[in-house]
């Protein structure tokens, strides 16, 4: 530090007094001292099982790494700075893993690639949901879905005959092949899920391995239905894609009828038959 001294006054051009200062240091400035910085973990994270525990950026980066596989044309540290830079105290694993996904998908724009990027950090957000709830296997996924009133009885006595054959074709592999758009309408709209959590009890290829049990008479066939839906070489219609194996199957989605008369009530009495046929 410095301290300014003055000195005798001596006089300027024009007459004016002028008071020269003199410099000198002072080694110490005692009771200056630096806050100590801030620690590591003062911030805390919520688990999807409830516990707490100190926030861990590293884990957020591998999380967004290990998605990442053969897509090179995308940065990951994009992603998850981004996620870094929403934690706050107490946030949720699910909250954050739900920026991610958003965070990728906002990122499409700029490279295509960013859309299988966050398709695979959703797929690994429905694995998470679904794990959440016990349900570690299709055999579980049908087990649980017949308890709570979705699966029927016929479905869920193929799967129970069959569980190991079932189980060991699913190939988690295949849930890669999907964009973004396309797993997130999946999994908004057509996965089963819980009645009163509203939490989805199956995954993406769960879903698959349902309708082609559904769909077919033997186990080989199944599995046939199966790679073909998996592989996203073929999708039935939409009915067939809600209702496949539950307790209401309305599998059709097109309904021939013969031609109303020519006037405005006969056409509309006429839609009003396949809204009825359709209501499941």
């Not at 929403?86 to 699910?94: C, E, S, V």
């Not at 998470?128 to 299709?138: L, R, T």
């Not at 996924?141 to 709570?148: E, K, L, N, T, V």
Request: hydrophobic share 40%.
């Amino acid at each position: 530090t410095t301290q300014l001294h003055n000195a005798p006054q001596t006089a300027g051009p024009s007459g004016a007094t002028i008071a020269p200062a003199t410099v000198t240091t002072r080694a110490e400035q005692p009771g200056f001292a630096l806050a100590p910085p801030h620690a590591a973990n003062t911030m805390g994270i919520t688990k999807r099982d409830g516990r707490r525990e100190p926030v861990d950026v590293g884990k957020i980066v591998r999380a967004v790494q290990r998605c990442c596989d053969g897509l090179d044309d995308i940065d990951p540290m994009r992603v998850a700075l981004k996620t870094i830079a929403g934690i706050y105290d107490g946030a949720t694993t699910r909250e954050l893993d739900e920026l991610s996904i958003r965070t990728a998908a906002a990122f499409t724009a700029d490279e295509p690639q960013y859309a299988r990027l966050a398709a695979r950090l959703l797929s690994g957000y429905i694995d998470k949901e679904v794990a959440g709830q016990g349900v570690h296997s299709f055999s579980q996924s049908i087990a649980q879905g017949h308890a709570i009133g979705l699966i029927n009885d016929r479905v869920r006595a193929v799967v129970e005959t069959h569980a190991r054959k079932f189980n060991d074709a699913i190939d988690v592999a295949q849930s890669r092949r999907f964009e973004y758009f396309g797993l997130r309408t999946l999994y908004d709209r057509y996965l089963l899920r819980h009645p009163q959590l509203r939490t989805v009890i199956e995954t993406p290829q769960h879903f698959f391995m349902r309708i082609a049990v559904a769909l077919t008479d033997t186990p080989n066939a199944a599995l046939e239905l199966y790679r073909l839906m998996s592989s996203l070489d073929y999708l039935p219609s939409s009915p067939t894609l809600f209702n496949s194996g539950t307790r209401h199957e309305q599998l059709s989605s097109c309904f021939l009828l013969d031609s109303p008369r020519d006037s405005l009530a006969d056409i509309y009495a006429r839609y009003a038959k396949p809204l009825v046929h359709q209501r499941w």
